[in-house]
């Protein structure tokens, strides 16, 4: 890139050109001048030297390089023409090292073979490389001695999968057989109570929800005596008041000689716990890059901004930016959904209480609180799956759609045919292309059937198939569950675009705290005891609802001056301790 305001090549003499080992005399030069006298980089010539960019005295020229594989530092390849790995980070003793990126990139490829499941073959297919090959491979870095560990038995894993749904079909037993069973530490007790799986002891495994089964399964890591600990996406099924509670586990067992290896798409959470942060980039499914550590402010706002600056890699054409939201606007719209204060209960088991409201057209209203409380319940109540067994909801005829939190995948067809048949004649328009299958990326899964869909793929699609639909209220259950980050975020914006502008709405139940921000113009908490009681108020501007659900989460948030994005506030710290004293635990 040249930059036209800078560019002087009649003061500078053009040292640029002259320093350029891709000009050659006789043939297309790489930096020419143009009818303006300004120079010209061809972009098909140049090779990214960097030598035009030092040699300018103005500062005129930047080179910025796209992802590409980086030849000569394959960790892994599955088959020919098969996925590459790129890099791997280095475990730190005494520290929590926190991975981010999109889906299909090798974060979980990463934390196998840093675990000791899967061998790296070094890019080689014909054959495979030995022990001592990997390690000369490594040789004069931490990962030398974490190889030789492995290959000699001399360090003990505890890994947390990412599909705890597979838990069940290889697992036999209640919980507290399970975590008899793995506890090496003699913190049972403790753990259960951090976790919150006290009740739960008598339970067999296959009766457990995702919830439950992802708590246990971060138990039964924990509780093992290990020299590495592995968590991929541990905060998937749960609750903000759970992810804390998970967090502070985690950072429980974390001792000078322990490392601790976690991927995670939950930003907050990720902040959290991380010391330090390694971004990965790349083409999904088809190639992984993994950057060189940060810190984790460092390394979070570097994946915002999607630009590395170590390897002058712009990996996204776009920065994240995150924005308090202020006070509603006075607006004279009239309320598209009414409702009185409204009752339902479950026999003696549950009720749930829900005070009086409306939504208003042009706003997506966020529902916050933990699992079992009673938000989904609510959500059926206005989507008409559920009766109250007193009040009223008052639609008037207003048609609604809804995306259930528990997804099925049933239909039999492909993607395209299942958007066709709920979009119609929408499916064509041009909007529908643009907000909803480029920006939910759904065009390269519209030949695919739904019944093969991966979790994060069907949640795409069910989002799109909820916004395709003629409806004046959309009620999205849960919609970031297995999103990465950038989904999540586009996601969200594909929902506000929906409903701007038109007489339409939208209610979220949603437990990513970055993802709720950016979808709520007005908030709604539900408090109580899970499984008992729950309480609704709302809906209610931004600040004070965010204030009075953090401080039921017993969390305090400052922002990040470079991105605006919220950040936790470690228990105790000066910040912490300000916020809390002040009231303000929403910065």
Request: aromatic letters at 6%.
């Amino acid at each position: 890139m040249v930059s036209r305001d800078k560019c002087n090549p009649k003061k500078c003499g053009l040292e640029c050109i002259k320093y350029c080992p891709q000009v050659k005399s006789g043939e297309e030069d790489t930096i020419r001048l143009d009818e303006e006298n300004l120079l010209i980089i061809d972009e098909g010539l140049c090779t990214g030297c960097g030598i035009c960019v030092r040699v300018c005295p103005f500062s005129a020229i930047s080179i910025v390089n796209l992802p590409a594989p980086v030849v000569g530092e394959e960790i892994h390849r599955y088959g020919k023409n098969g996925f590459v790995l790129y890099r791997l980070p280095i475990p730190r003793r005494g520290a929590i090292v926190g991975m981010i990126g999109p889906n299909g990139v090798g974060k979980t490829t990463v934390l196998r073979i840093l675990s000791g499941a899967l061998k790296p073959n070094l890019g080689a297919l014909e054959e495979e490389p030995s022990w001592e090959d990997i390690m000369e491979r490594f040789r004069g870095s931490e990962l030398q001695d974490h190889f030789k560990n492995i290959s000699e038995g001399g360090i003990t894993v505890s890994m947390k999968p990412e599909r705890i749904d597979l838990i069940p079909k290889v697992v036999r037993g209640t919980v507290s057989e399970i975590l008899g069973r793995a506890d090496q530490t003699g913190r049972r007790k403790e753990i259960m109570e951090l976790l919150s799986l006290k009740g739960l002891e008598d339970r067999d495994v296959t009766q457990l929800s995702g919830g439950e089964l992802q708590r246990l399964a971060v138990a039964v890591a924990c509780l093992k005596d290990a020299d590495l600990y592995v968590f991929d996406e541990p905060s998937n099924y749960l609750d903000i008041y759970q992810r804390m509670s998970v967090a502070k586990a985690i950072r429980s067992i974390l001792r000078e000689d322990r490392s601790i290896l976690l991927a995670e798409h939950d930003l907050a959470m990720l902040d959290y716990l991380s010391d330090y942060v390694h971004i990965m980039y790349g083409l999904p499914d088809v190639y992984g890059i993994v950057s060189f550590p940060h810190s984790s402010r460092d390394g979070i706002n570097i994946f915002l901004d999607g630009y590395l600056p170590e390897d002058n890699v712009r990996f996204r054409d776009y920065s994240i930016k995150f924005v308090k939201r202020g006070a509603a606007k006075p607006t004279e719209r009239t309320p598209l959904v009414v409702y009185t204060n409204l009752v339902k209960k479950y026999d003696e088991s549950f009720r749930l209480d829900v005070g009086e409201g409306e939504i208003i057209a042009g706003e997506v209203v966020v529902a916050l609180g933990p699992n079992g409380i009673g938000k989904t319940t609510f959500v059926r109540i206005l989507a008409g799956e559920l009766e109250p067994d007193s009040g009223n909801v008052l639609t008037s005829g207003l048609k609604v759609a809804y995306k259930p939190q528990y997804l099925r995948s049933d239909f039999e067809g492909t993607v395209e045919e299942l958007l066709r048949r709920v979009a119609g004649s929408f499916y064509s328009s041009s909007y529908f292309k643009t907000e909803v299958l480029r920006r939910l990326r759904l065009s390269g899964l519209l030949d695919r059937r739904v019944d093969e869909l991966s979790g994060g793929a069907l949640q795409r699609v069910a989002i799109a198939a909820t916004l395709a639909r003629d409806a004046d209220v959309y009620l999205l259950d849960e919609p970031s569950a297995f999103l990465d980050v950038e989904m999540r975020l586009a996601a969200a914006n594909a929902i506000k675009r929906r409903v701007e502008g038109d007489n339409k709405a939208a209610i979220v139940v949603e437990h990513d705290l970055l993802m709720a921000e950016s979808l709520a113009d007005r908030v709604m908490v539900f408090r109580g005891k899970p499984g008992v009681h729950g309480l609704a108020e709302g809906p209610l501007e931004v600040s004070k609802g965010m204030n009075r659900f953090l401080k039921d989460v017993d969390i305090t948030i400052r922002r990040d001056p470079s991105t605006g994005r919220p950040r936790v506030n470690k228990p105790g710290s000066k910040m912490d301790q300000m916020a809390r004293s002040s009231g303000i635990y929403y910065a």
